[in-house]
């Protein structure tokens, strides 16, 4: 069993937990996540590690409640425990593997939406560890959304845009990267983009005008964790890859988001219902 040691709510609908795990805080890096099951019955979720600590042997996720089971780990409490808390999983970020020198030179910029900027966050951290400050543009509908601004802003360079102009950039992310580029006089050659498909998508093809190199997290396609039920199929560059095991991060400007959003629409009605109910007749993608 996997103690919950901290719990705090960031906005009304998602929490920030500190997990008791010491094998998964021991061997996680940046980019990868953690499946959990809140009790015999319940989903495999898929969450990106948030941040981890060695020494106090915990690892920090982040939720929000979209269905049944995201709210169900919501209502979890400080001193309750996890089932089951497997990782850390898939592949680290790309940029752990550049040599520092190589690393230092880079000029890198995040795309962060919705939830997306607690999974950006261990990579920014990481960067400034090695002495590269970030760019974070930041995004959501309205500054009540933010989460993880002033943790952020300890580490990179913050840049925040709402959709309905309460704070920061009045627009979408896009518009925000056009206006650093255009107008500010900003020049990167990597970038990172996490938050929702379509924002991700959007923000590709805007990156992919300017040139800029872009990775993407799909780790919101996974079921299973392991490659082998197959719902984490996604396209990158007319091939089939499989998030869980080859990612979650992939080229952006190679994924069919498409077919992905598609994918992803599939299980969305299957999220807001009691996985007990359904225990004995949901099925595995690859099983028919």
Not at 16 to 45: C, H, L, N, W
Request: glycine residues 10%; hydrophobic residues 35%.
């Amino acid at each position: 069993m996997f103690k919950i040691v901290s719990k705090r709510f960031l906005s009304p609908n998602i929490t920030e937990m500190k997990v008791a795990a010491p094998r998964v805080a021991e061997s996680a890096e940046p980019g990868q996540f953690i499946i959990v099951r809140t009790d015999k019955y319940g989903e495999r979720i898929p969450l990106t590690i948030c941040d981890y600590d060695r020494e106090a042997g915990t690892v920090t996720i982040v939720t929000q409640a979209v269905g049944y089971s995201s709210a169900k780990i919501n209502e979890m409490n400080e001193g309750d425990s996890f089932a089951d808390f497997a990782g850390p999983l898939g592949r680290p970020s790309d940029l752990l593997e550049l040599p520092e020198e190589e690393l230092k030179k880079k000029r890198i910029l995040f795309i962060a939406g919705g939830v997306g900027t607690a999974p950006v966050y261990p990579q920014v951290k990481w960067l400034a560890e090695h002495g590269v400050t970030a760019d974070v543009i930041i995004g959501a509908k309205t500054k009540d959304l933010f989460t993880y601004v002033d943790e952020m802003k300890n580490v990179g360079n913050v840049y925040l845009a709402t959709d309905d102009g309460s704070e920061g950039f009045h627009g979408m992310v896009t518009g925000l990267l056009e206006d650093l580029i255009e107008r500010q006089g900003k020049e990167y050659d990597h970038c990172v983009i996490i938050g929702p498909m379509i924002m991700m998508k959007f923000a590709s093809l805007a990156t992919k005008k300017y040139g800029i190199p872009t990775m993407v997290s799909l780790n919101a396609l996974m079921v299973d964790g392991t490659g082998m039920c197959g719902a984490c199929r996604v396209t990158v560059d007319g091939k089939t890859r499989f998030t869980c095991v080859e990612g979650p991060e992939f080229d952006g400007h190679k994924v069919d988001f498409d077919e992905a959003m598609r994918r992803q629409a599939m299980y969305r009605d299957n999220c807001k219902t009691d996985p007990a109910e359904r225990e004995h007749h949901h099925k595995c993608e690859c099983n028919g």
